[in-house]
């Protein structure tokens, strides 16, 4: 396990996975999320904004001192957390809502609870105390829109499913795909009131047809980077369940299948 005292801030491990991309990760939080800042010649993008635990915008500009806009995947708390220290947001029109409401200190206490936890929490972060304040978007992202970076190009592609207003961002140039939610190797979550495995089964299909372009995922959580492959393993997984060919197992009000490096979890 990594020690706090490796962390930057207590609570970042940051690395460069390619040139110009690092991939800030929270290893002490069991959601094992990952934030991605990706620098072009003239701006900066960051893919969302973790937790909200520790200081993500000194984190930031200790790597760059360019402008940044923050790209969110989507409106899970998990991804979202540290979007009040920056003025630039860019989030899918249908969860920015999410962000007006921030994430109150009840719900926050339980996300902190220490069975969630893998090590300390930094200095002066009280767990029943650390609400994450409202954000605010500044503009939207759309299915096709082009971000460029100054030699950089993200483009935005819509996934929903696991949530409505999901997205991922390849960067077509350098065969990467950013695959935040939609596509990581542990459970998949589909089984909330605002998924829908219909369209997850749509947005999987358009990305498995990406793989033989791609060289790199980077996922959201857990392990990093993954292989294109992943694609089209969740794709030929979800035509396993729909053909009821997969293996389910019923555990409390959710149906969880279990394949070779992730599992699914959808609603009974």
Not at 187 to 202: G, H, K, V
Not at 221 to 245: G, M, Q, W, Y
């Amino acid at each position: 396990m990594t020690s706090s005292h490796e962390l930057k801030h207590g609570w970042f491990d940051v690395k460069e996975v390619d040139p110009g991309i690092f991939e800030i990760d929270e290893p002490l939080h069991f959601e094992w999320v990952k934030s991605y800042l990706i620098i072009g010649n003239d701006s900066a993008a960051l893919i969302d904004t973790g937790t909200g635990i520790g200081d993500l915008r000194s984190t930031v500009d200790e790597i760059a001192t360019l402008p940044i806009r923050v790209l969110n995947s989507h409106g899970h708390w998990d991804h979202i957390g540290s979007n009040y220290q920056f003025d630039e947001i860019a989030i899918h029109e249908s969860e920015a809502w999410k962000l007006e409401k921030g994430v109150p200190r009840e719900r926050m206490k339980q996300n902190l609870a220490p069975e969630f936890l893998n090590g300390p929490l930094p200095d002066g972060v009280d767990p029943d105390n650390a609400p994450i304040p409202p954000s605010k978007a500044t503009s939207f992202l759309h299915n096709g829109d082009l971000i460029d970076l100054g030699g950089v190009v993200l483009e935005v592609i819509h996934a929903p499913g696991h949530s409505p207003g999901s997205v991922v961002f390849l960067d077509r140039n350098r065969g990467i795909l950013f695959s935040t939610d939609v596509a990581y190797g542990a459970p998949l979550y589909c089984f909330s009131p605002e998924t829908s495995f219909d369209d997850y089964r749509i947005s999987m299909r358009q990305l498995a047809v990406l793989a033989p372009e791609l060289r790199t995922l980077y996922p959201s959580h857990n392990d990093t980077p993954k292989s294109p492959n992943l694609l089209l393993d969740i794709d030929k997984a979800f035509d396993r369940i729909v053909a009821r060919e997969a293996e389910v197992l019923i555990e409390n009000d959710y149906r969880r299948y279990d394949f070779d490096g992730f599992s699914v979890f959808l609603s009974l």
